[in-house]
């Protein structure tokens, strides 16, 4: 089994946020695959199903962004999930909106909830697809940037980038993540070095 998680924040007010961004991938393949997230269970909400031939459970973290690894910690723990079989979906402030960026293990690149799921897993090395929201304008606050919504002519990028994430998180399925890597990095600068 895989657990196949996207990061965000729950409640109305958050939605559709560029912080938001994992838990639409989430919600892409979930109905890709008639897939009902809507158990409660490890203080989040998740749904099984098969995708490309292999057991799934989707899971979108109830805790915040900052306490992610507390729900996944917990689903893992849970299962004793091997790491290898832990997906990992977010947004990313490093990348250019709806880029997509796959990597098999790494640092948190500043993403937070991906810094509380290294420190309760105690390991990098669990695959991650991030997602680009765009770099945070020079005068504005990171939190406030976060937790906007895309302007209009950010939308064709962002669902583009929404639907590769869920195309990516396929590829991996079928243990092709260095095909998907291939496929989807892009080569531009970033921030980060991982």
């Known amino acids: 089994m895989y657990i196949i998680v996207g990061l965000g924040n729950p409640g109305r007010e958050y939605k559709y946020t560029r912080h938001n961004t994992g838990f639409e991938v989430i919600d892409k393949l979930a109905y890709d695959y008639n897939i009902n ?6 203080n989040g ?3 099984e199903g098969i995708i490309e031939g292999e057991k799934v459970m989707l899971l979108k973290p109830l805790t915040y962004m900052n306490l992610s690894g507390n729900c996944v910690g917990a689903a893992v723990s849970f299962y ?4 290898d079989k832990l997906i990992v979906c977010c947004d990313d402030i490093n990348l250019p909106v709806g880029h997509i960026r796959i990597r098999k293990q790494g640092s948190d690149g500043g993403q937070k909830g991906l810094r509380s799921i290294i420190e309760r897993l105690g390991s990098e090395a669990f695959t991650r697809v991030r997602v680009g929201i765009g770099e945070k304008p020079v005068r504005m606050d990171l939190k406030d940037w976060v937790l906007s919504h895309f302007m209009q002519e950010e939308g064709e990028a962002i669902v583009k980038g929404i ?16 095909g998907a890597m291939g496929l989807y990095n892009k080569k531009i600068r970033t ?4």
Not at 163 to 178: F, P, S
């Open 37 to 42: 997230v809507n158990k409660s269970r490890f």
């Open 45 to 47: 909400i998740c749904g």
């Open 80 to 83: 004793k999930l091997p790491l």
């Open 163 to 178: 639907t590769d994430a869920g195309e990516a998180v396929k590829m991996i399925l079928k243990g092709d993540v260095n």
């Open 191 to 194: 921030k980060e070095n991982d």
